[in-house]
């Protein structure tokens, strides 16, 4: 009897059954489910139009304050590949990492708490609030990047006079996954600043130059990354060309060990200069993007996935994927990704495709409010 045959006998189906019966399970039925010859991830990719999420953010501040519960006015993506997970399909943007909008508005305060997940923030748009993190007030502006790694308190506070919009990303479902997640609120409404205001970037006015004291590894020793220093370092690297598969690209860095800004999640501000066509390749690690500025399209997996300011989009894992910017302007892409996981575990990998571009087979069609 053939092997296929074999294990779809009545004899194996019994004993299969009573083996699940007193929690037990077959191997043999097991593996070819369990171990695939490449990653089919559950996660697909996604865009979510800034249009709809603006309009849904203004809706809730119709109906939510911090005050009044939830701690934060946030929306998050829920990558539709993700919603079997339970509870609330665990919040899941990739199969690692979650991804929010949040809205504060003028004289709000979001208390303040702490918990083992890692959080970082993207400045989308406004100006005048300010995240008190680890005891340090950082007034925020566009375009500026901030970190509070797990177990640091960190509240927000709106004394501005215009709405303010950013992007939360934490290791949420990583975290919930292997059952690692504690959370405890503080206990006062928010923490009260403990150092000069902005001292962290003070200390780093001169870019890449760092205190004599930041020599040891420290875990946050800057904890908000200034725009205008990224988009130098953009400018500066743009002289020399663009990468073939992520144009012009800048990651955020701990300046006290030269390793990832935070242990679980890499952040990435590329530019993609006007014209720009990239070439695809698939990597491990999955990765959120926020179009800062611009517009243009990627293809993910043959499907074209079109772009514009403020939108979101997720590439799970594996996936094919190259970017492009046929306008006569530079587009922004800020991202967010796994990779720090994928490499502690020794997983990641990349692959360029052969033939350098994909075929376009369709075009992803975003809900619209």
């Known amino acids: 009897m053939e092997t296929a045959d074999f294990l779809k ?3 194996v189906a019994e004993f299969s059954r009573e083996l699940e019966r007193v929690n037990l399970g077959p191997l043999w039925h097991a593996i ?3 171990m695939h010859r490449e990653p089919k991830p559950k996660a697909i990719p996604y865009l979510w139009k800034w249009d709809l999420l603006h309009a849904k953010l203004m809706e809730a501040s119709t109906i939510f304050t911090p005050e009044r519960g939830g701690e934060r006015r946030a929306i998050y993506i829920q990558n539709p590949g993700l919603t079997y997970r339970q509870p609330w399909g665990w919040a899941s943007a990739t199969q690692t990492l979650y991804a929010a909008i949040q809205l504060i508005l003028p004289g709000e305060v979001a208390p303040s708490h702490r918990h083992t997940q890692n959080a970082m923030r993207y400045i989308s748009k406004g100006k005048g609030a300010y995240s008190i993190v680890h005891g340090e007030r950082l007034y925020m502006e566009e375009g500026d990047y901030l970190i509070t790694p797990g177990g640091l308190w ?9 709405p303010m919009f950013w992007l939360d990303v934490l290791d949420i479902p990583f975290m919930y996954g292997i059952d690692a997640t504690f959370f405890e609120p503080y206990p006062e409404n928010i923490q009260q600043p403990e150092l000069p205001d902005n001292y962290s970037p003070r200390r780093y006015m001169g870019g890449w130059v760092r205190p004599i004291s930041d020599r040891t590894e420290k875990i946050a020793p800057l904890g908000l990354y200034r725009w205008k220093q990224t988009e130098a370092a953009l400018d500066g690297l743009s002289e020399f060309g663009p990468d073939p598969f992520d144009g012009i690209a800048v990651e955020y860095v701990n300046p006290s060990n030269g390793k990832p800004a935070h242990p679980t999640i890499a952040a990435w501000m590329q530019k993609l200069p006007a014209g720009y066509s990239g070439s695809a390749h698939r990597h491990m690690h999955s990765v959120i993007y926020h179009v800062f500025r611009g517009s243009g399209y990627s293809v ?3 499907i074209r996935f079109d772009w514009s300011q403020g939108d979101l989009f997720v590439l799970p894992p594996w996936a094919w994927h190259e970017h ?3 306008t006569s302007e530079d587009a922004l892409l800020f991202s ?3 990779l720090p996981i994928m490499e502690k575990l020794g997983l990641n990998r990349e692959e360029a495709l052969e033939s350098g ?3 376009i087979n369709g075009e992803f069609e975003p809900i619209r409010p």
């Open 9 to 11: 006998s009545k004899e």
């Open 32 to 34: 070819p489910e369990l």
């Open 336 to 338: 967010a990704s796994d």
């Open 300 to 302: 993910i997996n043959g």
């Open 154 to 162: 960190h509240g927000h506070a709106h004394p501005g006079n215009e």
């Open 324 to 326: 492009h910017n046929p």
């Open 357 to 359: 571009q994909q075929q």
